[in-house]
T-cell receptor, first 116, second 113 residues
């Protein structure tokens, strides 16, 4: 199965600043997914990143707040912009490494963000 | 609104017994269904997925899908203390965000030694 490296693993940031989270996969994948897990909550899909095109954002998430880059088939970044304490969450990237007809949605280890 | 519903628990089961976790979904267009296990402070781990009506078995785990009732469950046989975790149900909804997953809130399972 694929190995997903996500960094930073955690950070404490001042409100009004921005943080860029990196996700590196050890194999080429078409889609990369970014999720948010707020404290005590489940995962919510932020956006889907396809190499060579603009990311597709879910309802409630906008590009200005969560810009995403996808420069190649193994790497993506998510930026949390103009942060407020409400952005304190765990952010996770995910890829589907399943074979044809199979599914293997795997998650990175997550970035625990605290905004003060 | 497309929703995935789970009982948050905690669900307490004695060691060696069968743990039964349930999940309902609102969108009849949902195509594939996943169960993840998440330990505290860790990222979710895929246990198994199912997309056809009926049962699918993998070791001590059995997923059951009933699309007519919009219901999917996970059975854990011979429960072990190491199975204590939060179990997340997730679905792929047809026409959803390029095959991203929609998650339920999770069921906290406690296996009592």
């Amino acid at each position: 199965s694929a190995v997903i490296s996500q960094k930073p693993s955690r950070d404490i940031c001042q409100r009004g600043t921005s943080l860029t989270i990196q996700c590196q996969v050890d194999s080429q994948v078409t889609m990369m997914f970014w999720y948010r897990q707020q404290p005590g909550q489940s995962l919510t899909l932020i956006a889907t990143a396809n190499q060579g095109s603009e990311a597709t954002y879910e309802s409630g998430f906008v590009i200005d707040k969560f810009p995403i880059s996808r420069p190649n088939l193994t790497f993506s970044t998510l930026t949390v912009s103009n942060m407020s304490p409400e952005d304190s969450s765990i952010y996770l990237c995910s890829v589907d490494v399943g074979a044809t007809g199979d599914y293997g949605y795997t998650f990175g280890s997550g970035t625990r963000l605290t905004v003060v | 609104q497309k929703e995935v519903e789970q009982n948050s628990g905690p669900l307490s089961v004695p060691e060696g017994a069968i743990a039964s976790l349930n999940c309902t979904y609102s969108d009849r267009g949902s195509q594939s269904f996943f169960w993840y296990r998440q330990y505290s402070g860790k990222s979710p781990e895929l246990i198994m997925f199912i997309y056809s009506n009926g049962d699918k078995e993998d070791g001590r785990f059995t997923a059951q899908l009933n699309k007519a009732s919009q219901y999917v469950s996970l059975l854990i046989r011979d429960s072990q203390p190491s199975d204590s975790a939060t179990y997340l149900c997730a679905v792929i909804i047809a026409g959803g965000g390029a095959d991203g997953l929609t998650f339920g809130k999770g069921t906290h399972l406690i296996i009592q030694p």
